[in-house]
């Protein structure tokens, strides 16, 4: 991959590395030098927490996590219910 210098010192990334690393707008980077060579190394951000919100089709009030976060699935919770007392 390739990729070039603008006259404003801004680089894009070529949207296979974006897509293979989940990058997204605002992403933020760690900067060093190697020899001649320039390593980003994306930083961590705080993973949004989840919020109660109203189910806008039931009106019942559910846990809203970030868009990206993981999908929880029915049998998942039908376990973790089974656990609680």
Not at 39 to 52: C, K
């Amino acid at each position: 991959m390739e990729t070039t210098l603008s006259t404003k010192g801004q680089v894009v990334l070529p949207r296979p590395a974006r897509q293979k690393l989940h990058l997204r707008p605002g992403t933020k980077f760690a900067c060093r030098l190697a020899g001649r060579s320039i390593i980003l190394t994306p930083v961590a951000a705080p993973q949004a927490q989840p919020r109660i919100v109203r189910d806008r089709t039931t009106g019942l009030m559910v846990s809203r996590g970030p868009a990206e976060g993981p999908v929880v699935t029915s049998a998942q919770v039908r376990a973790a219910l089974a656990d609680f007392p």
